[in-house]
Nanobody, 122 residues
Framework: HVQLVESGGGTAQIGGTLRLTCLIS????????YAWFRQIPGKAREGVAV???????TYVDSVKGRFTISEDNAKASLYLQMNDLKVEDTGVYYC?????????????????WGQGTQVTVS
C-alpha cells in the first residue's frame, strides 16, 4: 500500500515561510494524484492544493499566490511551499494521494493519508 510521511511543520511568524515535505512510498499506480489538506481544530478538513498530471495544480482561494504544491520524482517527495504565512494558516497539514487522476479539493477523493504535521503561525 501507499505510505506518506509529512515533515517540515513548526512555528512561523506572520509573513514567514515554511516548506512541508511528504515522503511517499508504495506502488506508483496507486498514487497518481497528490494533495495537501489542513484541519483547524473544530473545523472540517479542507483541501489546500492538489496536483495531477493533466490539469496541473489547483489551490483553495485563500492560499493562491502564496502556496505552491510540487513534487520531486527522484526523491519520491511531495512539497508544499508556504510563503507569506497568516494566522489563518495554522492547523494540522496532511498530504494525501489517490490512484486516479484528480484535481478536486475534496478529501473524499483521496484514499491515502499521512499522519499530519502541525503548522502554527503567530
Amino acid at each position: 500500500h501507499v505510505q506518506l510521511v509529512e515533515s517540515g511543520g513548526g512555528t512561523a511568524q506572520i509573513g514567514g515561510t515554511l516548506r512541508l515535505t511528504c515522503l511517499i512510498s508504495g506502488p506508483t499506480h496507486l498514487r497518481n494524484s497528490y494533495a495537501w489538506f489542513r484541519q483547524i481544530p473544530g473545523k472540517a478538513r479542507e483541501g489546500v492544493a492538489v496536483l495531477d498530471r493533466i490539469v496541473g495544480t489547483t489551490y483553495v482561494d485563500s492560499v493562491k499566490g502564496r502556496f505552491t504544491i510540487s513534487e520531486d520524482n527522484a526523491k519520491a517527495s511531495l512539497y508544499l511551499q508556504m510563503n507569506d504565512l497568516k494566522v489563518e494558516d495554522t492547523g494540522v497539514y496532511y498530504c494525501a494521494a489517490v490512484s486516479f487522476l484528480c484535481h478536486t479539493l475534496s478529501d473524499a477523493d483521496f484514499g491515502y493519508w499521512g499522519q499530519g504535521t502541525q503548522v502554527t503561525v503567530s
